[in-house]
């Protein structure tokens, strides 16, 4: 079971928002942006709430900016998860989660990946936020991406970070009850006791669990929690995905 703070905090879905715009992708609908001659790439994968929160357009738009081609795809179809009940917002969720498996968004991001590359991208990143974590720890244990961030995970196990295969950063809250501070210090033993694999691991004080993405833009401490880990994103996929 995941934690109620997996699913609090809903942003108001604006399918309008940001620089870029909405196009086909490996049969998905994408928002990308930035330009789509470059060579370099990062993939973005939401979190429960879709590709359509503000938010995280606007993460996409700095990377972009940054001079990545940006591609953010629907991974769920269509069908973001919608808490029927502000104070029970874990109703439901279960059932939700059986039909959007990270498994099969898994599948769908190599695909993805793969028309990258085969529209000349050379180096492609990918970061994903709370359950779209899950999805890029899948792609990190393969040689398909070039580097991987990890943003508050969700059900990202031990046995998962012992597979992965290349560059990772991990940034998780101090107040997360989904993954814990504890367990992202066994994530880090786990990395620092792999050969050959690079990391950066980081419990972010003070933060909750979703802080990167589902930030109030009118709460300045929050606006710049959340930008001091924006800043290590990009810093990290700028050294790898080159």
Known sequence: MSGAQCCSNPPVLDPSCGAGHVQKLAGLDTYVTGSPDSKLAILLVSDVFGYDAPNLRYLADKAAATGFFVVVPDFWHGDPYVPKNAERPLEGFDVWLKDHRTDKAALEARSVIEILKSKG?????????????KVV???????????????????????????????????????????????????????????????????????????????????????????????????????HVK
């Open 121 to 133: 991208v050379s180096s492609v990143g990918a970061a994903g936020c709370c359950l779209g974590a």
């Open 137 to 239: 720890v899948e792609l990190a244990k393969t040689n398909i991406i070039q580097a991987a961030v990890l943003l508050h995970p969700t059900y990202v196990t031990v046995e998962d970070i012992s597979e992965v295969k290349g560059p990772i950063t991990i940034l998780g809250a101090e107040i997360d009850e989904i993954s814990p501070p504890e367990l992202i210090k066994q994530f880090e033993a786990v990395l620092a006791g792999k050969s050959g694999v690079e990391f950066f691991v980081k419990v972010c004080p003070k933060v909750a669990h979703g802080w990167t993405i589902r930030y109030d833009v009118g709460d300045e401490e929050a606006v710049k929690n959340a930008e001091e880990a924006h800043q290590i994103l990009l810093e990290w996929f700028c050294k």
